[in-house]
């Protein structure tokens, strides 16, 4: 079936450290994969998506690009803020069917002044 | 993006007692809907997908009793927490999707507190 496997946190950086987020899936045919915000006490907003192979999501300073042959979808920042700090979902979507989302488990970012 | 709306942002109940949630689309029709339920330092659950004017489809071992869902109309779906025990506390989060749509659109959450 289909999956979603994201690094563990916390994550705890300095203003303008470099950020990777590491995600990998499984799936049967070509999902689109997304990376979702919440900030504390708040819903997900969408942050990037990407619909197929070698796509490259990009929103506010953070990347992440689709990569077929190795199953990932790693999400970067160059140059991080505090108030970048929140927990990050990698989730994906099957083309068919009913359109479940699949989520990682999620990452708690903390940046620190 | 589509904006969808959840209601109430955060709610405080008896036990034994049942909370309505709803989840509105406000700028186009949701063919789609679905409902999350996220734990404390958690994942979204996937509890539930409903389309239009018919029975929702429940996971694995989500009671469809105890959480009735009605998606009666294009832009709105309701979440009802029957009887509702303290261990029902948690975050709901509902997403909807269009016929067009390749994506899905979040609400905001709904924090309930179970007493």
């Known amino acids: 079936g289909n999956s979603v496997t994201q690094m563990e946190g916390p994550v705890t950086l300095s203003e303008e450290a470099f950020l990777t987020i590491n995600c990998t899936y499984t799936?049967?045919?070509?999902?689109?994969l997304f990376w979702y915000v919440q900030y504390p006490g708040e819903g997900l907003q969408l942050l990037l998506k990407?619909?197929?192979?070698?796509d490259k999501g990009s929103n506010k300073g953070f990347e992440a690009t689709y990569r077929k042959e190795t199953t990932s979808f790693h999400l970067e920042k160059g140059s991080v803020q505090v108030s970048d700090s929140a927990v990050y979902f990698c989730?994906?979507?099957?083309?068919?069917?009913?359109?479940?989302?699949?989520f990682g488990t999620g990452t708690r970012l903390k940046v620190l002044a | 993006g589509a904006v969808v709306s959840q209601h109430p942002s955060w709610v405080i109940c008896k036990s034994g007692t049942s909370v309505k949630i709803e989840c509105r689309s406000l700028?186009?029709?949701?063919?789609?809907m679905f409902w999350y339920r996220q734990f404390p330092k958690q994942s979204l659950m996937l509890m539930a997908t409903?389309?239009?004017?018919?029975?929702?489809?429940?996971e694995q071992g989500v009671e469809k009793d105890k959480f009735l869902i009605n998606h009666a109309s294009l832009t709105l779906s309701t979440l009802t927490v029957t009887s509702a025990h303290p261990e029902d506390s948690s975050f709901y989060i509902c997403?909807?999707?269009?016929?067009?749509?390749?994506?899905?659109?979040f609400g905001q959450g709904t924090r309930l507190t179970v007493v």
């Open positions: 997403s909807a999707m269009g016929q067009l749509n390749t994506e899905a659109f």
């Open positions: 799936a049967t045919g070509y999902p689109s």
């Open positions: 990407a619909t197929k192979a070698d």
């Open positions: 989730a994906l979507s099957a083309l068919s069917g009913t359109y479940k989302y699949i």
């Open positions: 700028d186009f029709q949701a063919t789609t």
């Open positions: 409903s389309n239009e004017g018919s029975k929702a489809t429940y």
